[in-house]
């Protein structure tokens, strides 16, 4: 536990089981559910860093079949693996209201079924990269995969309250599978890029598991506003936010963007350096969830900001 730890201590779920809110919002179709198990919302973030992350590497727009045969795979590999991350946490995810709506915990979709939908998204997401991409992109999109997996969700998510800081590079992997698409090699700008969206993952889930720390008490899972004290969370996402703004101002000499893009990276990040502050001086759960709406923002005006900043030059 992180120092000025509490126990966990389960909290008492809603008479009845699953919420009327989480009713309204689980899916009531097969198909639903299905597509439910993808995670859709998080795969939208995913592919909003891959395409901006494609133009700068190309230094131009890299062609319409490229782009769709990338986030295609993209999609299908990042939907398997959060399919993969239901079917193992089905059973805390019945803990939690806020996940009591997902197929596994209602039924909609049994365990084995879902394990193979999943399987069968990762299998075509690697051939559809390697036959249509390069080998390079499906071997980083598996990859992953395999560390989300693996890593995050099997070991480290109820084991460690670094369990986001570490699993989180998983969710900075497609800056990589974007790059290697347009040039099958890596190099030093994308894993700079890498690098910004790794130390973006936590001030982003921990502001969301400020406003869910019950939900995760009742689960038993060590998510850090869980078991830490107010200023212990706000001080660690502080110490990441100076991380990720210093690496996304780096971007710009090593990939020798414009003044836009700096100009665009130093602002967002100044907004959001002070609304983590503001969080820490005033933890409520609506600052949180704040702050975890900007995050969103910022990384959509950040690679936005890429965009516009290669076609202006």
Not at 27 to 46: D, H, M, Q, S
Not at 55 to 81: D, H, R
Not at 170 to 193: C, E, H, K, T, Y
Not at 303 to 308: K, N
Request: aromatic fraction near 12%.
């Amino acid at each position: 536990m992180a120092v000025g730890a509490r126990p966990l201590v389960p909290s008492r779920l809603a008479p009845g089981g699953i919420t009327a809110h989480e009713r309204s919002r689980a899916p009531r179709t097969v198909v639903g559910a299905y597509i439910a198990l993808t995670k859709p919302r998080i795969i939208e973030l995913l592919l909003v860093t891959t395409l901006p992350t494609m133009v700068v590497a190309k230094g131009g727009w890299p062609g319409a079949a490229l782009m769709a045969w990338t986030l295609a795979g993209g999609t299908l590999a990042a939907g398997g693996a959060n399919a993969i991350n239901m079917y193992v946490d089905r059973d805390i995810d019945s803990l939690m209201p806020r996940t009591q709506g997902r197929p596994l915990v209602t039924g909609l979709v049994t365990p084995r079924a879902a394990l193979a939908f999943a399987i069968a998204l990762e299998v075509a997401a690697f051939a559809l990269l390697w036959s249509t991409v390069n080998l390079l992109s499906a071997v980083l999109a598996l990859s992953a995969t395999l560390f989300y997996v693996f890593v995050y969700t099997l070991w480290l998510k109820r084991s460690s309250t670094s369990n986001i800081v570490v699993g989180g590079a998983a969710g900075a992997v497609p800056v990589l599978v974007g790059w290697s698409a347009v040039r099958n090699s890596l190099g030093w700008a994308p894993i700079v890029l890498f690098a910004t969206m790794f130390f973006w993952t936590p001030p982003h889930f921990w502001a969301l598991a400020i406003r869910y720390a019950d939900d995760y008490r009742a689960a038993g899972v060590p998510m850090l506003p869980a078991v830490a004290e107010p200023a212990v969370v706000s001080r660690r996402m502080l110490f990441h936010t100076v991380l990720l703004v210093v690496f996304s101002l780096a971007f710009w000499p090593v990939a020798h963007m414009g003044w836009l893009y700096c100009g665009s990276a130093a602002v967002l990040g100044a907004l959001f350096g002070w609304g983590v502050i503001d969080l820490g001086r005033n933890p409520t759960p609506k600052r949180s969830m704040r702050v975890f709406g900007f995050s969103i923002t910022y990384v959509t005006l950040l690679f936005g900001a890429m965009v516009l900043d290669v076609f202006v030059r």
